[in-house]
């Protein structure tokens, strides 16, 4: 059970990203380790003790393998997720261009 | 973009073309060995990566000639579908993507219907689609103008 | 096994404290290399070999793009200036947490201990080798039973390429 509690913290610690951190280069980071962190926490639940990749042989039974369906579930994740990030970096260019700076508490001309 | 020193140059000149074979051999055993479209994609898109980030002067002409990408990675994806398209029409069941072909021996390289065609097909589109997100981000950074 | 897993986990967990703290953005960024590269060998311990392929190289093209993002816009952040928001922030994640630990109290009772868990449909699709032919159990999944995920996913990264081209464009064509 220590695997998956640890894989918590690494979630909440992308959350506490998210919510304290002022710079726009820290928020996509804290996003970034908040999916890396799902991801990892899909594949433990898939894993079987003293299982093998999940490619055929003649020499392993059928019942000697790991799960092979979260991996099909998470390779398009991880793909996915590089397109997440590089959509908000395009959006972090295009804000440092008009304001010249990356931290949110200047970004502000939408108020009043 | 400034690019690097003549030795740099060179030794891209001799290593890139080996990357890109090497792409090209994870796609294509994508049924028998660990990797599959995604990771062949990616590994093809580095190699392009590696020339553009080596020379670095010469990418003025990247800026007017660069509409091959875009039929590329379109071309890619319409071929998805029609490929999709085939399985319906062409096999006794009434299900968009069947298996038609038929399946060999489990283990040689022509086996598995038409799963190679698409580890193909999906090698190209994630290529184009990575090649054309770095040179968005790192080379146009200032303008895209198309 | 076990104990090489919550090795690495520790290490990320290390790694990816100091890249929120750290002064400079080039440090940040670096470090946060150290959880994409720990999650490589994390999936290797797991038995995924596919997975890792992919997380190495989508890895170093996403570190590539993010040290040039922030290559020529070296600043420093300033210091926090209320300590009372703060203050507020570490109590909102406390009470967080708590919340979290409860419900994951309660799911654990139907969760199975670490490496014994068997899905059901796990044994269907590993005796699905001989229903599509390919030796990789991983990729018949992925374009055998479950390509309309995949058409989905190229979708998305379609309309990712379509959107960054989008949001970095000036203004539009002048006359014409």
Redesign the interface.
């Known amino acids: 059970m220590i695997p998956f509690i640890l894989c918590l913290i690494l979630f909440l610690i992308g959350l506490y990203g998210i919510i304290t951190q002022k710079n726009l280069i820290k928020i996509i980071i804290g996003l970034a380790i908040m999916e890396y962190s799902v991801n990892l926490f899909l594949i433990m639940i898939g894993y079987v003790d003293g299982g093998t990749a999940p490619i055929f042989a003649e020499k392993f039974h059928i019942g000697s393998y790991v799960d092979p369906l979260p991996q099909a579930m998470i390779l398009t994740a991880i793909v996915i997720g590089l397109a997440t990030t590089a959509l908000l970096l395009a959006m972090a260019i295009r804000l440092y261009r008009k304001y010249g700076t990356f931290d949110i508490r200047k970004i502000n001309s939408l108020k009043g | 973009m400034k690019g690097m020193t003549i030795i740099v140059r060179k030794v891209t000149q001799f290593i890139a073309p080996i990357i890109f074979l090497f792409g090209i051999y994870i796609v294509f055993y994508g049924h028998l060995t660990p990797g599959g479209g995604f990771a062949g994609g990616v590994i093809m898109a580095s190699a392009f990566i590696l020339q553009i980030l080596a020379n670095g002067e010469i990418l003025d002409k990247l800026r007017k000639e660069e509409s091959g990408l875009e039929f590329l990675e379109s071309g890619a994806i319409l071929g998805f579908i029609i490929i999709a398209g085939f399985g319906l029409i062409l096999s006794s069941s009434f299900v968009f993507f069947s298996n038609f072909i038929n399946k060999g021996v489990i283990g040689k390289l022509l086996s598995a219907g038409m799963i190679p065609l698409e580890n193909i097909i999906v090698g190209t589109e994630v290529c184009a689609a990575i090649t054309t997100i770095f040179i968005a981000l790192v080379v146009y950074k200032d303008e895209v103008a198309l | 096994m076990?104990i090489y897993?919550?090795i690495m986990?520790?290490l990320?967990?290390f790694g990816?404290?100091y890249?929120?703290h750290a002064k400079d953005?080039l440090s940040?960024?670096i470090s946060?290399g150290i959880?994409?590269f720990g999650?490589v060998i994390?999936?290797l311990l797991?038995?995924?070999?596919?997975?890792a392929?992919?997380?190495v190289?989508?890895e170093?093209?996403?570190l590539?793009?993010?040290i040039?993002?922030?290559k020529d816009?070296t600043?420093k952040?300033?210091k926090?200036t209320a300590r009372f928001s703060?203050f507020i922030?570490l109590l909102?994640?406390l009470l967080?947490?708590i919340a979290?630990y409860l419900a994951?109290d309660k799911i654990?009772g139907s969760?199975s201990?670490?490496?014994?868990?068997?899905?059901r449909?796990?044994?269907a699709?590993?005796?699905g080798?001989?229903e599509?032919?390919?030796?990789?159990?991983?990729?018949?999944?992925?374009?055998?039973f479950?390509?309309?995920?995949?058409?989905?996913?190229?979708?998305?990264?379609?309309?990712?390429?379509i959107?960054?081209?989008t949001?970095?464009?000036?203004k539009g064509?002048k006359g014409e």
Request: glycine letters at 6%; hydrophobic letters at 55%.
């Open positions: 076990e897993l919550i986990l520790v990320m967990i990816s404290l890249s929120l953005l940040a960024v946060y959880v994409g999650l994390s999936f797991l038995q995924a070999p596919d997975l392929i992919v997380q190289v989508i170093i093209v996403t590539v793009i993010m040039a993002v922030i816009t600043e952040e300033d926090q703060q922030y909102v994640l967080f947490t979290f994951f654990s969760l201990p670490f490496g014994q868990h068997a899905t449909m796990a044994t699709y590993t005796q080798v001989h599509t032919g390919s030796a990789n159990l991983v990729t018949g999944v992925v374009f055998g479950r390509a309309y995920d995949t058409l989905g996913e190229a979708t998305v990264l379609f309309t990712a390429v959107g960054v081209l949001i970095l464009r000036l064509k």
